[in-house]
Nanobody, 124 residues
Framework: QVQLVESGGGLVQAGGSLRLSCVVSGGTFYRYALGWFRQAPGKEREFVAAIHRTGGDSDYSDSVKGRFTISRDNAKKTVYLQMSNLKPEDTAVYSC?????????????????WGQGTQVTVSS
């Protein structure tokens, strides 16, 4: 059984930084492309960033490009999301997803496994 557990969320002032972590257990981590998504109250889940199975390629939504960085550590079975210059509109529950394929995808339904999420709140 594949499990994903996120951590690192919290309350931060605008302009601040946070690093989210997502630990994957019960599966073959190196096989997965991994993504971060977020969902704000009353809104649909939206794509934030994703990283290729090999870690050699990554994608970002336009709203976070240049501010967020996704990375992975296969030895620790962990994917990270470094968030900098945070804005109030970044406030949401952030979740990580895994898919057993090489390529990343910006669509939530293309991911098989999900964590419960971690809350990020950015105050103005």
């Amino acid at each position: 059984q594949v499990q994903l557990v996120e951590s690192g969320g919290g309350l931060v002032q605008a302009g601040g930084s946070l690093r989210l972590s997502c630990v994957v257990s019960g599966g073959t981590f190196y096989r997965y492309a991994l993504g971060w998504f977020r969902q704000a109250p009353g809104k649909e889940r939206e794509f934030v960033a994703a990283i290729h199975r090999t870690g050699g390629d990554s994608d970002y939504s336009d709203s976070v490009k240049g501010r967020f960085t996704i990375s992975r550590d296969n030895a620790k079975k962990t994917v990270y999301l470094q968030m900098s210059n945070l804005k109030p509109e970044d406030t949401a529950v952030y979740s990580c997803g895994a898919r057993d394929t090489i390529l990343t995808a910006p669509i939530p339904r293309d991911y098989t496994y999900w964590g419960q999420g971690t809350q990020v709140t950015v105050s103005s």
